[in-house]
């Protein structure tokens, strides 16, 4: 990249940002050993060291480390030989996340790797995964799933449902694209189970759910927390009910929200829609991750109101309304949500837009909504 | 279950074909392969099939039906998908005995004429729905079909054609929009004007509209 000269305005924006990234990944002793040298350099680049005094101490008083993890969802691959355009999509969003300075505390991968979840298509993900330098977490989404009923799948990534600690923060993977058996019945094979199931609007299939066994697994996963315990919470459809035609919509996501309700800080994090896409029930902040391959149109129905749509996409360009992200934990436990879409400025989503219900911090809005 | 008129004639061919014995597919799709125990003597010989009755309708009607796979493909885009908007209900047409239409000759509808304009109508929309849902029939070269971006062919929009598009430097109408998803995302040779397909995916990109207004020129 050819280096232009920047604005003042811009500069003083990335020397902001690295002075607070610098400061998240401070251990408390370390903090304070170089807080003076942070505000100096905050002197030099011409700001008073007083601005930034109440975020230090914010961030210092917090339970744990600042944490940050970058996504990539939704890559719907085929064979490179069949469609290059979704690999090469993909491929982007690996430089993306490879290219974070400072790297990411991980990568989380959000379902929907392979297209018609076939041996092949899964194999070829794997392999491009293996390219991202931070460590990288799996969900499975119902295109990698209803071929071989997850079989390669697992193969190659493990189990679908896990949890992990990291930072203070507890993190919950599950599998929320169950769905009640539809195909034998009908007769159908493999195949014609898997396009079933990967037409969005294809109503011979169910809904999604994430069953009574995953839920007993939950319930019992997080038993051992405090209810101030941050709590993040990984599903590839959205867990709560947006729209059941499109299965935008988890089928017992009442019944997953009660055993989350409890604890005062807890995100769930979505693949599935390929949109910008935002909620806030009881306790819970939703937020949903952009895919690689292609943007989906709004749900005509039951878009939540705290969700400050992106642009329409451009059929003119095929990466548009696509792209990656990143998630900031707060050493506070609340997260923001920042989608990096290819084509346009970024879109955050602070945690204290959709706490505060949307009196606060509300990201701009577009001209160009869904109609 | 509705079957097309086009394929009655079909069905009355082959059952008088296979009650003449040995010729096979030949009247049905084309296939000459035995396709079933009565095209095959070996068979027959060890287990000679009932004739009469309800058994040779039974059989007749089996072997039609293995000769027309795609039979059902009404019902299969029906199941898919069942909230395509109907058209519209014109049974208040029908005439009354006693009515200002008695005996007329052409302002006059049965209630099969007006049940016909349905058939017909959602016969096209459902046509559109299968090849909308088909990168095999739109010809894709990269394994995508529309509604992968568009479910319900959501974000269409046609109720905004004729409109200006800066890409193509004129006003378009929704076939050109068509055509210009088929050649890019979808990665497949346009279509004529009068191809069948897109008359079709036409049809079906309206009624999945039906009740938006006429707002030409939005964008």
């Not at chain 1, 961030?59 to 969802?73: H, N, Q």
């Not at chain 1, 990967?198 to 038993?223: I, P, Y």
């Not at chain 1, 209810?227 to 017992?252: E, G, I, R």
């Not at chain 2, 193509?168 to 050109?176: H, M």
Request: aromatic share 8%; net charge negative.
């Amino acid at each position: 990249m050819s280096k232009t000269p920047k604005s003042i305005e811009t500069r003083y924006m990335e020397e902001r940002e690295q002075l607070f990234r610098g400061l998240h990944n401070l251990d408390r002793r370390s903090f304070l050993r170089v807080s003076s040298a942070a505000a100096a350099a905050a002197v030099v680049s011409g700001m008073t060291p007083h601005s930034f005094s109440p975020i230090r101490i914010a961030r210092a008083a917090g339970p744990g480390k600042d944490l940050r993890i970058a996504y990539i969802s939704d890559s719907h691959l085929y064979r490179t030989e069949l469609n290059d355009r979704f690999v090469r999509s993909i491929l982007r969003a690996v430089d993306d996340v490879n290219k974070l300075d400072p790297q990411p505390d991980f990568v989380f991968y959000g379902g929907d790797l392979a297209q018609l979840g076939q041996a092949e298509e899964l194999e070829l993900g794997a392999q491009i995964l293996k390219e991202v330098k931070a460590p990288v977490r799996m969900m499975v989404g119902e295109h990698d799933w209803y071929l071989d009923m997850g079989e390669k799948w697992q193969e190659l990534f493990g189990a679908p449902t896990y949890s992990f600690d990291l930072k203070g923060v507890h993190f919950v993977v599950l599998n929320s694209v169950i769905e009640e058996d539809f195909w034998t019945p009908r007769g159908l094979s493999p195949m014609e189970r898997m396009r079933t199931v990967a037409g969005l609007d294809n109503h011979n299939q169910r809904s999604f759910t994430v069953g009574a066994e995953q839920r007993k697994w939950l319930e019992k996963d997080l038993s051992a927390f405090k209810s101030d315990q941050p709590l993040v919470v990984f599903s590839h459809s959205p867990l709560y009910k947006l729209y059941k035609n499109w299965n935008f919509w988890t089928d017992d996501a009442d019944e997953v929200q009660a055993i989350l309700q409890r604890f005062k800080k807890v995100t769930v994090i979505h693949g599935h829609t390929h949109q910008v896409l935002s909620n806030h029930i009881g306790n819970i902040d939703f937020h949903g991750l952009l895919s690689t391959a292609w943007p989906w149109p709004y749900a005509p129905q039951g878009l939540p109101e705290l969700t400050i749509q992106m642009d329409r996409p451009d059929p003119f360009n095929p990466s548009d309304g696509c792209g990656d992200g990143e998630i900031y934990v707060h050493p506070d436990g609340l997260v923001d949500k920042v989608y990096r879409l290819w084509n346009r400025n970024p879109i955050t989503v602070p945690a204290s837009y959709l706490k505060s219900q949307g009196k606060k911090d509300r990201p701009p809005a577009t001209t160009r909504g869904s109609y | 279950m509705k079957r097309t008129n086009a394929s009655i004639p079909a069905l009355h061919l082959v059952a008088a074909c296979a009650a003449f014995t040995a010729c096979g597919g030949a009247a049905g799709n084309g296939s000459s392969q035995p396709t079933s125990k009565l095209d095959d003597p070996s068979e027959a010989k060890e287990d000679p099939p009932d004739l009469t009755g309800q058994a040779l309708a039974n059989s007749l009607l089996a072997q039609w039906q293995r000769d027309h796979e795609d039979r059902d493909w009404q019902e299969e885009v029906r199941s898919a998908h069942p909230n395509i908007p109907g058209s519209a209900d014109n049974s208040a047409m029908v005439y009354v005995k006693g009515g200002q239409d008695e005996g007329q000759t052409y302002g006059r509808f049965s209630a099969q004429e007006v049940l016909t304009w349905k058939l017909e109508t959602d016969a096209l929309v459902l046509a559109g729905a299968r090849i909308f849902h088909s990168g095999d029939e739109l010809g894709t070269s990269v394994g995508v079909s529309c509604d992968m971006c568009h479910p319900d062919a959501a974000n269409t929009h046609p109720a905004t054609y004729p409109k200006f598009q800066v890409q193509l430097g004129r006003t378009i109408l929704l076939r050109d929009m068509i055509n210009w998803c088929l050649i890019n995302p979808v990665r497949a040779p346009a279509m004529e004007p009068d191809d069948p397909r897109m008359r079709a995916l036409e049809a079906y990109i309206f009624a999945q509209s039906k009740g938006e207004a006429l707002d030409y020129g939005k964008h």
